[in-house]
């Protein structure tokens, strides 16, 4: 599919983010940026290593289970597109619309589709 150009990040929830960032950051991860969910006015944090970016977010909600990743974000350069495109082949989309993030410099879009393992596809444009 045209738009898509790699894996953006990797989702992992968490109940201390603080912690999360100290692991990561002993494994060679840096923080690349935090912020504030507006929504669940939770933090938010991306850390990189090299070319790899997690997501890391405080939640309540979480799996504690091995494996236990939320989603996978796929780099898109334009998520409204990608949208249509999904929309038209009839995936089971979860969001009705392209949502809207303050993350990074700009901000982000993007919407999530549920795979055929139930694993959640999130299509993600920083802008």
């Not at 991860?29 to 912020?35: D, L, P, Q, R, Y």
């Not at 796929?74 to 009839?90: A, E, M, N, Y």
């Not at 410099?105 to 999130?122: A, D, H, L, Y």
Request: glycine content about 6%; charged content about 25%.
């Amino acid at each position: 599919m045209e738009h898509i150009t790699g894996i953006q990040h990797v989702g992992i929830p968490t109940e201390n983010i603080k912690q999360t960032i100290e692991f990561y950051k002993k494994i060679g991860f840096t923080v690349a940026s935090e912020t504030i969910n507006p929504f669940s006015k939770k933090p938010v944090c991306f850390l990189k290593c090299n070319n790899f970016c997690i997501e890391a977010y405080e939640t309540d909600e979480i799996n504690k289970l091995y494996g236990a990743i939320d989603h996978i974000a796929l780099d898109v350069t334009d998520v409204d597109d990608v949208f249509k495109q999904i929309s038209k082949l009839g995936l089971p989309i979860i969001d009705d619309c392209v949502h809207q993030l303050p993350f990074w410099q700009n901000g982000v879009r993007f919407f999530t589709i549920i795979g055929p393992n139930k694993e959640k596809i999130e299509f993600s444009q920083i802008l």
